[in-house]
Structures are given as structure tokens and as C-alpha cells.
């Protein structure tokens, strides 16, 4: 499970070393929004360096192309992948808006492969950040067997929908105008369809880097939501969001004592039991292999 993914523009080559050192599970070196029109084609450059020169330890290794809508994306695609496919485990693909934008990248890494050569498939993850990421979100979560993993991208989706919001990922006053959660339909929709087929779910950036607390906050409810775990801008995030997305002692400790009840009622020939006044049974069982999931001792999480 990827807990963290950390951003770098591609642009800042002495970030993009610290990017390569941090504790992150994951990086993405990015080509879209925090670099200049002027200056994407020539930062390719970074991009194919970095992945070649710099050592990304057991992080996932992923570059972020420009939209598909763009005259960058197929030159971001075609650059990356030609000098350094062995080298990348992702592209990331922003404002996918349709299952067709998924299935051009996937066609043009398949002839790139082929004509390099390449014996393993470059894997794909998906930002679900417009309004039309989210009406045809269950297409583009089915588009490809390539496709991992799909993100929410709270500030592109608030200007999309023209929901008003000040910074990327940090609630404000607009929150405070609306008794739910402003963002619960599209971030429940890229939870279920992840789940539905099989992709890990990632919630996008807490762009206020020196609030801590604000980022805690904003973990914990994209980890009461079913996230996987959450992208950051700064290295100073990688912690909270490390902590948040893995299981707590106590979380454990529940988890193994509600197996342990069911499967003492279930040799007595029963499949409910209580424990302290609470009913449990199979499904609990689902719910605490959830926890166990995330511990990394027992679960698929990473150190
Ligand atoms: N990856 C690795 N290291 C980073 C980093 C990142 N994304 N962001 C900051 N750092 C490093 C800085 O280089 C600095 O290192 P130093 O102390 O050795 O000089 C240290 O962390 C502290 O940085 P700080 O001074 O707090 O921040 P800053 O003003 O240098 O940078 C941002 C702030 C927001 C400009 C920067 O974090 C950034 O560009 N983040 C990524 C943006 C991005 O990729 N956006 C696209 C996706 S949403
Ligand atoms: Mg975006």
C-alpha cells in the first residue's frame, strides 16, 4: 500500500534530490501544474535524469504528464518513456475527463514498449479531479488493466465545479456553509470504484504545509472514508500522513481479539458472539482483517 506520495516539479533539480531521499512511499515527479508552458518540454530533461541517475531506494517511482487535452502530453509520454521506461513504475495522468484518455495513454506505452523493447508494462494512475472525472468515473476505473490507482484533486475538482475554495485541500469558510462534507459524493464515488475494481485509492494534497494539525485533520477523514493513504507537497507531511494511515496499537488489538472471539464461538458451532455488550460476527471478522491490513508487521503496508 502506497501511505504517501510526495510531489516534486520537475523544474527543481536540488528538490527533486530531496524528493529521492525522503521517507515517502511513493514520488511523482511533476510536469504539469507547477511548471511553467515555457518550460515543460525542457524539463523532461529532469525527469529522464532523475530516474536514471538518482537512487529512489524502494519508493514507487512516478512522473506526472500533462493533461491529455494538452499539446504536451503525447512529447511527455514519448521523451520519459523512450529514455528511461525500465526506470519508471507509473504515469500519472491528471483531469482524466473519459475512459478514452486512459485508453490513449495505454495504446501509446503499448507501442513504445514494443519498439523498446520493454518486458514489463509501465503502470497508470489517474487523478479524478474534474466534474467530468467524476460522472464517468466507474468507465475510467474499469478502462484499463494497466490502471492501479485513482486520486481525488480537491482544488482542479473545486474549480471544475466552480465550487468556491481558496487553497488545494484545506477547508474554509465555504466548508462552514454547507452542513455535510463538501467533498463526500466524489471522494465515497473513488473509494467505491476503486473497491469495485480492485485499484488502490489515494485523497490529493493539504496544500498549507506549515499546518499540521490542519493536515492531520484532513487525513483522518480521508482515512474514515476508506482512502489508502494521501499525496503531499512537502516533506514535513510524510510523517502525519504515515501515522494516520497506519493501523494503531489499539486498532490491532481489537482487531485480533474480535478474531479471536469469533473463532471461539465459531468451534462452539456459532457465528454471532458478544464482546462488552457488542454483537460481532463475519462481517466484524471483514472488518478487522481491514485493520490488520494496515499494520505493517501483518498487512500489505510499507514501513
Ligand atoms: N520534495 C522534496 N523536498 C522538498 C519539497 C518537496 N516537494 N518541498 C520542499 N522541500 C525541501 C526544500 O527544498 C527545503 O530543503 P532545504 O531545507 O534543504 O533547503 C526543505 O524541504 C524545506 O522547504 P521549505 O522552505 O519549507 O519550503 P519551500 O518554500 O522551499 O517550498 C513549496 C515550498 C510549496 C514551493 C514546495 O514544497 C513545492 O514546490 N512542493 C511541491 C509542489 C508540487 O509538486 N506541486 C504539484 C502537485 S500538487
Ligand atoms: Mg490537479
Not at 25 to 33: N, S
Not at 223 to 244: E, M, N, Y
Amino acid at each position: 500500500v502506497t501511505r504517501s506520495m510526495l510531489f516534486v516539479p520537475a523544474t527543481r533539480w536540488a528538490v527533486i534530490e530531496k524528493a529521492a531521499t525522503s521517507p515517502a512511499d511513493a514520488v511523482c515527479i511533476d510536469l504539469e501544474d507547477s511548471v511553467p508552458p515555457d518550460e515543460k518540454a525542457a524539463s523532461r530533461a529532469n525527469v529522464i535524469r532523475a530516474f536514471r541517475e538518482l537512487d529512489f531506494g524502494s519508493k514507487k517511482r512516478l512522473v506526472r504528464i500533462n493533461g491529455i487535452e494538452t499539446q504536451w502530453a503525447h512529447g511527455d509520454v514519448i521523451e520519459v518513456v523512450e529514455a528511461i521506461g525500465t526506470s519508471i513504475d507509473e504515469i500519472m495522468i491528471p483531469k482524466v475527463a473519459s475512459a478514452h484518455h486512459v485508453a490513449f495513454i495505454e495504446t501509446l506505452l503499448r507501442q513504445l514498449e514494443s519498439r523498446c523493447g520493454l518486458d514489463r508494462a509501465i503502470a497508470l494512475h489517474g487523478q479524478i479531479e474534474t466534474a467530468a472525472g467524476f460522472v464517468w468515473l466507474r468507465e475510467i476505473a474499469s478502462a484499463s488493466r494497466r490502471l492501479t490507482t485513482v486520486s481525488f484533486g480537491a482544488g482542479d475538482y473545486a474549480a471544475s465545479m466552480r465550487m468556491p475554495a481558496a487553497a488545494i485541500g484545506v477547508p474554509d469558510a465555504n466548508d462552514a456553509e454547507y452542513a455535510g462534507h463538501r467533498w463526500h459524493a466524489v471522494m465515497h464515488g473513488i473509494v467505491a470504484a476503486a473497491r469495485t475494481f480492485g485499484l488502490a485509492c489515494m485523497d490529493g494534497p493539504f496544500a498549507s504545509f506549515q499546518d499540521v494539525e490542519g493536515l492531520e485533520r484532513s487525513c483522518r477523514t480521508s482515512r474514515a472514508l476508506g482512502f489508502d493513504g494521501k499525496q503531499c507537497i512537502h516533506p514535513a507531511q510524510i510523517p502525519v500522513i504515515h501515522r494516520v494511515f497506519t493501523a494503531t496499537a489499539a486498532d490491532l488489538a481489537h482487531a485480533r481479539r474480535v478474531i479471536d472471539a469469533f473463532d471461539r464461538a465459531a468451534s462452539e458451532g456459532r457465528g454471532s458472539a458478544a464482546i462488552d455488550g457488542t454483537m460481532i460476527d463475519e462481517a466484524s471478522v471483514r472488518m478487522a482483517r481491514t485493520a490488520l491490513d494496515q499494520s505493517p508487521a501483518t498487512g500489505s503496508a510499507q514501513q
